[in-house]
């Protein structure tokens, strides 16, 4: 034999001998020289003999003890063979260890132990007999930096969709701190990031449930069935979609007593093309086939391409930034005289019964592209705070939630939200309520590849809904209007109308002949483009006009004195100025970062261990960073894989601050 054969063989041996598999059968041969040993030393001293059975019977009832976290099969398992093994020692020890019987008994007795307990090892690596020895899951541990979050219970397996009940830590991880990490378990997974959600249980923060859902079931878009309550009210719920496992999506515009859902306005936010129009369009189609409700609408930007199967069957429809300031001038008193009008008949909110005694129907403000007024400057604070007790929801439609397309006192009226596939996590941050957000809502992950997806958060919508996928119904023009023309309409009513003013009793009427416009004569149609433009320069002068306490900006007799002066530009402040004071400008993501680095330098400063999220609060335009709670959770784990600021540490949304010395030696 060569000595490199015989380095070979020994470190073969050595392997052999250090495998988990011949613990067992090391064990048991070790019980020769034991019990050899033990009775050339106290073989004849009966006193000892009594005390290692003493101390038998206690090892194994430490053992039954020690395994009680333990699953049932191990502790058993376990305890018996600790039972074996220390009775074999006694009685062989004060026997003869190398009689016959002794030793077969060791061979059978110990043999099956031994194999008992490598069975066991090898089933354990099998991930179908894992099942149900321990409770945590790969999944949660891997994901979560092997945070303590176990599963309660057996998933519940469905086609297509696993819930998952699971219990964090308590006081170490929050639901919210799990959302943070879907990214990773998706990830881990290889499934998308808006497969997974969280449905948090409102009793417990540190309980509740997680939904898989592999395979996209929303990817072959749904044709329109048509409406839903044709002939029916509004207060009968509107159904734009369906959610990914099939059930009708359903929002609701007006209050409703019984379950104390209030009255509500929408925002639909998202990027070009992620399907807004065609999304609203299916939801004021809905609207329109009902008996007790009418529509305004205005698009200053696509007009006739998002309302062409809609004209004949709007009430007032206007297509240009004059047109629309006109019917949002023309809301102010429509909305007083609604007001006035149900007030005085007893009615606390507009309901079904209103329309039947006033015959004042419902209103549905459809706005499109509403970016555009608020760059005008036009003011829509009174109007949302109003309307809805005069039975008047609006539609607000824009790209981007962000203060700088729409004034923040706007957004917080607008209860609804149908929110699109939108550009990056900030405008996902800015349409959705965080919590939404935190359970695993990620419109950012669809843009406008996946046109026509959407979460709808809303008065009257099963919270647990908020977090799941939705895609409006396909439709065509054909089909709205074949639809529309089958339906009756109410008109205005006349407290409704006389209200509306001058505009309203000028606005241009649409038929449903093909030609869509009734035959306007051209002079007058000069005259009403007249108009309109006079409005628009009445409504600039007014908003240059000074206020009463700033006394700022030029008087309207200096825009008079010489009209080819060139109108002083607009500060920020002027243009922010609606009802309340400008806000405070949201921070670009570049600022953000380079705040959130100096605050982990501070935090240097401070000989701080230890961040996390909790550490930038507050969050959200008030705090220093200017960003929501999954922004500032989102960088810090960025930072923490490059390993270069922070590292990731066991606990999820924990990070140790890394020191630059550290940093240098990592
Ligand atoms: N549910 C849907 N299923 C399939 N395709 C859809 C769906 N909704 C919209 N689309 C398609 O997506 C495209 C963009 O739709 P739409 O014009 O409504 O987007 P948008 O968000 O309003 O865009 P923009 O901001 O440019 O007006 C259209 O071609 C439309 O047919």
């Not at 041996?13 to 019990?35: C, D, E, I, N």
């Not at 039954?64 to 976290?69: D, F, M, P, Y």
């Not at 699953?71 to 020890?93: I, N």
């Not at 639909?268 to 609408?297: F, H, P, Q």
């Amino acid at each position: 034999m060569t000595n490199s054969t015989k380095s070979a063989l020994k470190s073969d041996v050595r392997k052999g001998l250090s495998s988990p598999h011949a613990r067992p059968w090391l064990a048991a041969a070790a019980q020769v020289p034991a019990t050899f040993a033990a009775h050339q030393a106290w073989g004849n001293e009966p006193l000892v003999a009594m005390g290692m059975t003493l101390a038998a019977g206690a090892l194994t009832a430490a053992t039954w003890w020690a395994g009680k976290n333990t699953s049932e099969a191990r502790r058993l398992h376990a305890t018996l063979t600790t039972a074996a093994a220390t009775g074999y020692l006694t009685v062989a020890s004060f026997t003869d260890p190398l009689g016959d019987s002794q030793l077969t008994w060791l061979a059978i007795g110990g043999s099956a132990l031994a194999a008992s307990w490598n069975v066991r090892k090898v089933l354990r690596v099998n991930p179908d007999a894992a099942k149900g020895e321990g409770e945590e899951t790969g999944i949660l541990t891997k994901s979560l930096g092997k945070a303590k979050a176990r599963l309660r219970g057996e998933p519940k397996v469905e086609p297509n969709k696993v819930t998952a009940k699971y219990q964090l830590a308590p006081g170490e991880l929050t639901n919210a701190d799990l959302g943070n990490r879907i990214n990773q378990i998706a990830s881990e997974l290889g499934i998308s990031p808006n497969s997974i959600r969280i449905q948090p249980d409102a009793e417990n923060a540190a309980q509740g449930e997680m939904v898989f859902v592999p395979t996209d079931m929303l990817k072959t878009p749904t044709a329109w069935p048509g409406p839903s309550h044709p002939g029916g009210s509004i207060t009968d719920p509107v159904q734009p979609g369906i959610y990914e496992d099939g059930a009708p999506a359903e929002l609701w515009f007006p209050a409703d007593q019984d379950s104390g859902r209030n009255a509500t306005h929408f925002l639909t936010a998202g990027m070009n093309g992620s399907g807004k129009s065609a999304g609203v369009s299916i939801a004021v189609a809905e609207v329109l086939t009902r008996r007790d409700v009418i529509v305004w609408a205005v698009d200053p930007s696509k007009g006739k391409q998002t309302f062409a199967p809609f004209l004949p069957y709007l009430d007032w429809v206007e297509m240009t930034t004059a047109g629309g300031e006109a019917m949002i001038d023309a809301l102010s008193p429509v909305i007083t005289a609604r007001a006035d009008a149900l007030g005085e008949h007893g009615y606390k909110n507009w309901t079904p019964d209103a329309y039947r005694q006033l015959g004042m129907p419902y209103m549905v403000v459809w706005i499109e592209e509403a970016a555009k007024f608020f760059r005008e400057g036009t003011e829509m604070e009174g109007l949302v705070m109003e309307a809805r007790s005069a039975g008047i929801s609006v539609i607000i439609s824009l790209q981007r939630p962000s203060a700088t397309s729409m004034p923040t006192d706007v957004r917080e009226q607008l209860g609804g939200v149908m929110c699109f596939g939108v550009k990056g996590g900030t405008t996902a941050d800015m349409a959705l309520p965080e919590d939404v957000r935190d359970a695993g809502a990620r419109p950012e992950a669809w843009e406008n590849r996946k046109p026509g997806y959407a979460y709808l958060v809303a008065p009257g919508v099963d919270e647990d809904r908020y977090a799941t996928p939705l895609r409006t119904y396909y439709t065509d023009d054909q089909q709205i209007e074949a639809v529309l023309a089958s339906v009756p309409r109410p008109a205005a009513d006349p407290v409704t109308a006389t209200a509306a003013g001058e505009a309203y009793a000028e606005r241009t009427h649409y038929t449903d002949d093909t030609t869509r416009e009734m035959p306007v004569h051209t002079d007058e149609r000069a005259g009403q483009d007249e108009v309109l433009l006079e409005r628009q320069i009445n409504r600039d002068i007014d908003a240059r006009l000074p206020s009463d306490d700033d006394g700022s900006g030029p008087s309207v007799e200096q825009l008079n004195a010489d009209p080819d002066r060139e109108i002083p530009p607009v500060s920020v402040s002027e243009v922010w100025a609606f009802a309340k004071p400008a806000p405070t400008p949201e921070k670009s993501p570049e600022e953000a970062y380079s705040e959130l680095l100096a605050m982990l330098e501070e935090y240097r400063r401070d000989g701080l261990e230890h961040v996390g999220p909790k550490h930038f609060q507050p969050y959200g335009r008030e705090g220093r960073i200017g960003r929501s709670r999954a922004w500032i959770s989102a960088r810090l784990n960025e930072l923490a894989d490059e390993e270069i600021h922070l590292a990731e540490t066991d606990d999820a949304g924990v990070y140790t601050l890394l020191y630059p010395t550290l940093a240098a030696a990592s």
